[in-house]
């Protein structure tokens, strides 16, 4: 299949995303086989989903082609064309949902490990002091990359109104997303009942992310921070795919 620019609206397939500065990207059309296992992917997690919290898997199940598109996006960011497979083998492209390792897969960030974030490492949890600045990508100086070493890059795509907190008391009313090429946004705050649980008798909260799903990759930084209403540690999960090349995550990982 061969590379075209596609504009970003367009492949979001009816989402809203946050496309920032980035008004077209590199896209590469999946073959059947290639889309039937991202189909795979998407849809165990979200059959998992449906048995924990309902109403937020429906809330992703409506962004499945977004997935899939993204896969194709993925694909085409790669610098080595490579073919999607599950599990993934040497030589090929994988996707799995979200993980803190593959969020944060090195212990100490650096300009060739760029993934700067508040997270603890190997958690989703995130030390917070009331009024003080966090960062779920970033670190308030640092924009987050996905990975970008040779044979090991990823693209990351968290779904729209996918960030969760789970725990008794929520920590969040204020956030701010930029990106290295659209710096002057301003906040985005969420409405006043985001305290109350989405399901019953589960202290699980869902933020609402107005500027739509939000995908990264490795040549594109941004920053997605947050002022904590309380202090103490929130856990906060990012319900998304990961797409990377095989040797990323050819066996079990741990953030040292």
Known sequence: MSERPEPVQKLAAGVNIAALERRE???????????????????????HLKKVVPSIASDIEAQKQLAINMAGVAKATFPVRKNYSFPSVPGSLGVAWLFPQGLKWVDTPSPSNPCYTSYISNTWNIPITAGTNAYILGDGTNFYKANPNTGQNTFILIFNNGVIEVGSTPSIQQFHLISEGKRDYGIYTVDPLVDIPIEK????YQYPTPLGALFISHDRGVMLGFKPTRSGTATIKLLGLIFYEHDFMSSLRWAT
């Open 25 to 47: 990207v590199s896209y590469v059309e999946l073959s059947d086989s290639e889309k039937s296992l991202i189909s795979y992917v998407f849809d165990a997690g979200i059959a």
């Open 201 to 204: 008798n589960v202290a699980i």
